[in-house]
């Protein structure tokens, strides 16, 4: 069992940046592949970036490559996500997940969500 809860969303301006955590309880937490999904209003969840167990393995969505960096910390169980060269497209919820498939791409593929974290980016 893997608890997440997100923090350090916000309202920036495009081309500002921002930190997203994700802090984790639960024995397990190291095992598994964890993920930032985002969603924006009347879309559908989608990956954003995945880490593996070992923080070697990592993917990206090609429309975040160069601009974001995802990473944990084990010994924390924490994920990261830093978010560059915002644009007002990046406005989103961003969810933290953890899941035990290594190429999972789909929402379906993570069994533990956090409630989200509001990033908004204005013009």
């Known amino acids: 069992q893997v608890q997440l809860v997100e923090s350090g969303g916000g309202l920036v301006q495009a081309g500002g940046s921002l930190r997203l955590s994700c802090a984790a309880s639960g024995r397990t937490f190291s095992t598994h592949v964890m993920a930032w999904f985002r969603q924006a209003p009347g879309k559908e969840r989608v990956l954003v970036a995945r880490v593996g167990w070992s923080a070697s393995s990592t993917y990206y969505a090609d429309f975040v490559k160069g601009r974001f960096t995802i990473s944990r910390d084990n010994g924390k169980k924490a994920v990261y996500l830093h978010l560059n060269s915002l644009k007002p497209d990046d406005t989103a919820v961003y969810y933290c997940?953890?899941?035990?498939?290594?190429?999972?791409?789909?929402?379906?593929?993570?069994?533990?969500w956090g409630q989200g974290t509001q990033v908004t980016i204005s013009l």
């Open positions: 997940a953890a899941g035990s498939s290594g190429g999972a791409v789909s929402p379906d593929g993570y069994h533990y």
